[in-house]
């Protein structure tokens, strides 16, 4: 089998990692961790975009080297696996010796097929998107997605990329693969935006005006421009050029993007890409913003969520299941932390959390802490795995989750109907239901280890089941639980204190 290869785009570090990332790479393990439950060899890219004009300005207003600038920032961005359980193989910084060596000799394949060539230029250019603007994409004179920053002028020679070469190639490709990017209006916008027509970029700058860039192979004057450079990582990331064989087993892979990344990575990236004669890549997925309050959420307004702040707080496993199931997948989803709180307190304590504790617990007291013997399946797991897999093959992260939760709330609801402890202190054998909850605790947890792995893993652990060993779609048949095996409890979403749950209705706490 192939292996899998997903990369996210690379975050530029001009500033602390903000909710929207985490989104991203969050999305992206997820699906990592499904792929490697699927039996699959895993590679998983990130890392840091280094390069650039807004990178060195803030070096210099810093009073820093633009390298020992881009260190701290990297290892914040880097740090992000601990703090979210995340489990990438690799993570590039576009300053890397070998991302450099890869993204001269891009620039000179993409050169020896005629598609570089060098002119005089006057453009506007927003610095904080490192992208030239026309007047047609301007609000008021100002750039839409950093309205607080002035456009600048820039006039001068660079080298260019015949990127109108390529346009027909791009629209056989999105007609040949109808679901090279995700969610359909996306990829819709992407093709009217081909088909209006492209005009070739500009892919460098004049070295002694912005010095900090990969230079371009045979002039020392001129430095490669961010995007031609950053967006090479994803294949440098897996051993393009050198280890060839390591690339051809990775590439093409699926790359996980925001939306306003949309035309660099669908189209200018695919054009790149066609100009150095590799294949494009597999699938472009697009995710939505982050809005707090209806306003878009973004490190120029200020407004932005630090993920450590909310890991620190409410730990990992709530912060991925916000992310993945309480946010709608593919488009914009409002964050605060009132909702944050409540889909901690309905979907996670009161609801898988709840659903261990009583199911462990009740076996701890009727079948002395054992799984008791095999009794059919009365909740039809088989259809909720159905619904799962479709879901994660579309990338409906929220749905997926969905699934799992219909599926914790059909075994409370069982519960409640059958009221197991009446039953068992009236004399009645419970043990057939014991095992039916064991075992539908079982895949539920399953379900959850892309999105709470460690949650997840707990539950399986608590019922004598190694999460690294759980192979889909071996482990879905029903009745994988061993009579015998050892069954524990432990809390495992603790209910928030009493304070957040009065301030959640706007109460002052000292005087309720």
């Known amino acids: ?34 792929q490697r439950l699927l039996g699959r ?13 807004k990178i060195w300005k803030n070096a210099m207003e810093a009073g820093l080297e633009p390298k020992a600038y881009c260190d701290g920032y990297a290892a914040k961005f880097d740090g992000l696996k601990a703090a979210l359980e995340l489990t990438y193989t690799n993570f590039v910084r576009t300053t890397d010796e070998h991302h450099i060596k890869a993204a001269q000799e891009f620039w000179k394949r993409c050169d020896a097929n005629g598609d570089i060539y060098k002119k005089s230029y006057s453009i506007k250019y927003c610095v904080g998107c490192e992208l030239e603007k026309t007047d047609s994409e301007l609000v ?40 090279f990017v995700v969610p359909s209006e996306r990829f819709n916008e992407i093709k009217s935006f081909v088909k209006g027509g492209l005009n070739d970029f500009s892919i460098s700058r004049l070295k002694s005006k912005m010095p900090w860039g990969i230079e371009v192979p045979n002039d020392p004057n001129q430095v490669m421009y961010v995007w031609f450079d950053a967006l090479v990582n994803y294949i440098s990331a897996i051993g393009w050029p050198d280890d060839l064989a390591k690339f051809e087993a990775a590439w093409p892979g699926v790359q996980v993007a925001g939306k306003d990344n949309l035309r660099q990575q669908t189209a200018m990236w695919q054009g790149m890409l066609a100009s150095a004669g590799l294949p494009f890549s597999k699938q472009v997925f697009i995710h939505g913003f982050i809005t707090a309050e209806g306003q878009k959420m973004s490190k120029s307004l200020g407004n932005v969520v630090n993920p450590y702040d909310l890991v620190a707080k409410y730990g990992s496993d709530a912060t991925r299941y916000y992310l993945l199931g309480a946010l709608p997948s593919g488009v914009d989803g409002d964050f605060s932390i009132k909702a944050f709180e409540e889909t901690y307190g309905s979907k996670l304590a009161n609801g898988i959390g709840n659903l261990a504790a009583r199911a462990t617990t009740m076996i701890g007291k009727y079948c002395e802490a054992k799984v008791p013997a095999v009794a059919p399946d009365n909740f039809d797991v088989a259809s909720f795995w159905g619904r799962y897999h479709e879901c994660l093959e579309n990338y409906r992260f929220d749905e997926a989750v969905k699934v799992a939760e219909s599926l914790v709330t059909v075994m409370n609801q069982v519960i409640d109907v059958e009221a197991p402890f ?21 895949h539920a947890a399953m379900m959850f280890l892309p999105f709470i792995p460690n949650a997840a893993g707990k539950i399986l652990r608590d019922l004598s089941v190694d999460p690294e060993a759980v192979l889909l779609p071996r482990d879905q048949a029903w009745g994988g639980l061993k009579p015998g095996a050892v069954v524990q ?5 603790p209910r928030l204190p009493r304070e957040n749950e009065v301030l959640l209705r706007g109460l002052d706490p000292k005087t309720e």
């Open 140 to 179: 008021d004179g100002r750039c839409p997605i950093h309205p607080n920053r002035e456009l600048e002028s820039i006039n001068e020679e660079n080298y260019f990329f015949r990127w109108s070469k390529y346009q027909q190639k791009l629209l056989d490709l999105y007609e040949q693969r109808p679901d």
């Open 422 to 442: 009446k039953k068992a202190k009236a004399g009645i054998d419970v043990s057939p239901l014991m095992y039916q909850l064991a075992e539908g605790l079982r």
């Open 489 to 493: 409890k432990e809390i495992l979403f």
């Open 1 to 34: 089998m192939k292996t899998y290869y997903i990369t996210t785009t690379l975050p530029y570090v001009n500033a602390d990692p903000h909710i929207g990332f985490a989104l991203e790479i969050v999305q992206a393990d997820a699906l990592a961790r499904y």
């Open 41 to 53: 060899t895993v590679v998983f890219n990130t890392g840091t975009d280094e390069h650039g004009q």
